[in-house]
């Protein structure tokens, strides 16, 4: 029997939930009265504001300037005027300056007109991801300009798709994979191209089979030279060193990045995102988010404008079936909890999450039953760091490799204390870089 590739440690098996939205085709959302655009809604440096109160905007236009090396430019995701800048909270805490603009009646089209792509160099393609303000659609916003400038001391032979959509409930990849997937990996044939990679491999869960199918037609019919491989499913999956460890064998040392063993690393969205800059010349103005949980009335996957307030997307799915305990910006086991609807979605938002009543638990403890020692996918001693960092000792935390965690919550999934091991991690990340 043919073993099923997959991560060597750690992980865990969450229920995926996926049955509330992954039937559902990706609907536009009606143009809201109002957008809340933020400056500040990818990793790095917030943009800086090109526009003032009372300007008008176009839709695509840039509004605002990428203020430093890991930062990205802003757009309009329609015509129409800038009602004030405020300062706003995103789901993730992160506080910043945001234009509030009111679109106008009626929004110019789409230009029909594509680019030969094939045409252009790898620099030319990289200046119009940069320009276009692509970043990633995993969640992480790293700016896709940066992570596609090789050094000329790197090299790349392998990019790999990460369409493993491993985060319960979330259904956007999924969707785009199926109705999008022509474009998606027609991205990834351009990203291959500016990074000079000779293998292209897309990575996809076996619980999304059709996906995985639908992809392969596309190859076959193409002829594109890209590789689909069907993962177990494993959380966390999608996280960028387990993937590299289940697709190519590779494992990136503690402090480096895919790129130090020859791989480059990217969401099956962003591939999407990039086929639209460079092919239709569309910045990234809007973007797919699984509206969905056990409260939504009707869970939805809606291509909507990043600015968009999330109770505007409440609305469009019909308002809540019943009260929800908890709102969350992203998946269950990474993503925010928030609890004002009148926070936008940004270019990272991929799920609003309503979820009904959480079973309640008191935290005790620790065992030293080793459970989060044996969940964690990077081998990391969770519960030694909670004792370093919730003891004071931050710098023995730093020196224990806290920086290394990546805060998928597999430690806190499993822990039978019920500790808030992911809360402490961030915490002592903090106070960390502070002593430094």
Same mark, same amino acid.
């Given at each position: 029997m043919q073993? #099923? +590739?997959?991560?060597?440690?750690?992980g865990v098996h969450p229920d995926d939930r996926k049955v509330y939205s992954r039937s559902a085709a990706i609907e536009r959302l009606p143009m809201p009265s109002e957008l809340i655009v933020a400056l500040s809604q990818h990793l790095g440096a917030p943009a800086k504001a090109l526009k003032a109160k009372g300007d008008t905007v176009i839709k695509g236009e840039k509004?605002?300037?990428?203020?430093?090396f890991i930062s990205s430019d802003v757009h309009s995701p329609v015509s129409g005027s800038?009602?004030?800048?405020?300062?706003?909270?995103l789901a993730n805490s992160v506080q910043c300056d945001a234009f509030v603009i009111?679109?106008?009646?009626?929004?110019?089209?789409? +230009?029909?007109?594509?680019?030969?792509?094939?045409?252009?160099?790898?620099?030319?393609?990289?200046?119009?991801?940069?320009?276009?303000?692509?970043?990633?659609?995993?969640?992480?916003?790293? +700016?896709?300009?940066?992570?596609?400038?090789?050094?000329?001391?790197?090299k790349v032979d392998s990019f790999v798709v990460n369409g493993v959509e491993c985060e319960p409930y979330l259904t956007a990849d999924y969707r785009i994979m199926l109705e999008k997937g022509e474009q998606a990996l027609e991205g990834a044939m351009i990203v291959?191209?500016?990074?000079?990679a000779e293998r292209v491999i897309v990575g996809v869960e076996m619980n999304k089979p059709d996906c995985i199918d639908h992809l392969k037609e596309i190859v076959k019919e193409k002829g594109y030279p890209i590789?689909?491989?069907?993962?177990?499913?494993?959380y966390p999956q999608g996280d960028e060193k387990q993937l590299l460890k289940a697709i190519l064998n590779r494992e990136i040392p503690s402090g480096k990045l895919p790129l130090d063993v020859g791989a480059v690393v990217s969401n099956i969205g962003t591939c999407n995102a990039i086929y639209e800059a460079i092919v239709l010349k569309k910045s990234l103005y809007e973007r797919v988010i699984s509206v969905t949980g056990e409260c939504i009335a009707n869970p939805k996957n809606v291509l909507a404008p990043v600015g968009t307030k999330m109770s505007d997307l409440l609305d469009f799915c019909g308002g809540f079936s019943k009260e929800p305990e908890k709102l969350i910006s992203g998946g269950p086991m990474m993503g925010f909890s928030f609890f004002d609807t009148e926070t936008p979605m940004t270019k990272g938002s991929s799920g609003l999450l309503a979820l009904g009543a959480q079973k309640k638990?008191?935290?005790?403890?620790?065992?030293?039953?080793?459970?989060?020692?044996?969940?964690?996918? #990077?081998?990391?001693? +969770?519960?030694?760091?909670?004792?370093? #960092?919730?003891?004071?000792?931050?710098?023995?935390?730093?020196?224990?490799s806290l920086m290394d965690c990546k805060e998928c919550g597999c430690c806190a999934y499993v822990c039978p204390a019920h500790?808030?091991?992911v809360h402490t991690m961030k915490t002592g990340k903090k106070l960390g870089r502070k002593k430094k």
């Amino acid at each position: 029997m043919q073993r #099923i +590739p997959t991560f060597s440690k750690g992980g865990v098996h969450p229920d995926d939930r996926k049955v509330y939205s992954r039937s559902a085709a990706i609907e536009r959302l009606p143009m809201p009265s109002e957008l809340i655009v933020a400056l500040s809604q990818h990793l790095g440096a917030p943009a800086k504001a090109l526009k003032a109160k009372g300007d008008t905007v176009i839709k695509g236009e840039k509004i605002g300037e990428a203020s430093g090396f890991i930062s990205s430019d802003v757009h309009s995701p329609v015509s129409g005027s800038i009602k004030e800048i405020r300062k706003v909270t995103l789901a993730n805490s992160v506080q910043c300056d945001a234009f509030v603009i009111v679109p106008d009646e009626v929004q110019p089209a789409d +230009p029909e007109e594509t680019v030969d792509w094939q045409s252009l160099d790898g620099s030319e393609l990289l200046s119009s991801i940069k320009d276009m303000g692509i970043v990633g659609m995993g969640g992480a916003t790293f +700016p896709a300009h940066v992570k596609f400038s090789i050094p000329k001391d790197k090299k790349v032979d392998s990019f790999v798709v990460n369409g493993v959509e491993c985060e319960p409930y979330l259904t956007a990849d999924y969707r785009i994979m199926l109705e999008k997937g022509e474009q998606a990996l027609e991205g990834a044939m351009i990203v291959a191209k500016i990074v000079k990679a000779e293998r292209v491999i897309v990575g996809v869960e076996m619980n999304k089979p059709d996906c995985i199918d639908h992809l392969k037609e596309i190859v076959k019919e193409k002829g594109y030279p890209i590789e689909i491989v069907g993962l177990k499913m494993k959380y966390p999956q999608g996280d960028e060193k387990q993937l590299l460890k289940a697709i190519l064998n590779r494992e990136i040392p503690s402090g480096k990045l895919p790129l130090d063993v020859g791989a480059v690393v990217s969401n099956i969205g962003t591939c999407n995102a990039i086929y639209e800059a460079i092919v239709l010349k569309k910045s990234l103005y809007e973007r797919v988010i699984s509206v969905t949980g056990e409260c939504i009335a009707n869970p939805k996957n809606v291509l909507a404008p990043v600015g968009t307030k999330m109770s505007d997307l409440l609305d469009f799915c019909g308002g809540f079936s019943k009260e929800p305990e908890k709102l969350i910006s992203g998946g269950p086991m990474m993503g925010f909890s928030f609890f004002d609807t009148e926070t936008p979605m940004t270019k990272g938002s991929s799920g609003l999450l309503a979820l009904g009543a959480q079973k309640k638990y008191r935290s005790t403890a620790c065992l030293n039953c080793g459970r989060c020692v044996a969940a964690c996918p #990077i081998a990391l001693m +969770p519960a030694k760091l909670y004792r370093y #960092i919730t003891g004071g000792e931050y710098e023995e935390a730093m020196n224990t490799s806290l920086m290394d965690c990546k805060e998928c919550g597999c430690c806190a999934y499993v822990c039978p204390a019920h500790l808030p091991l992911v809360h402490t991690m961030k915490t002592g990340k903090k106070l960390g870089r502070k002593k430094k």
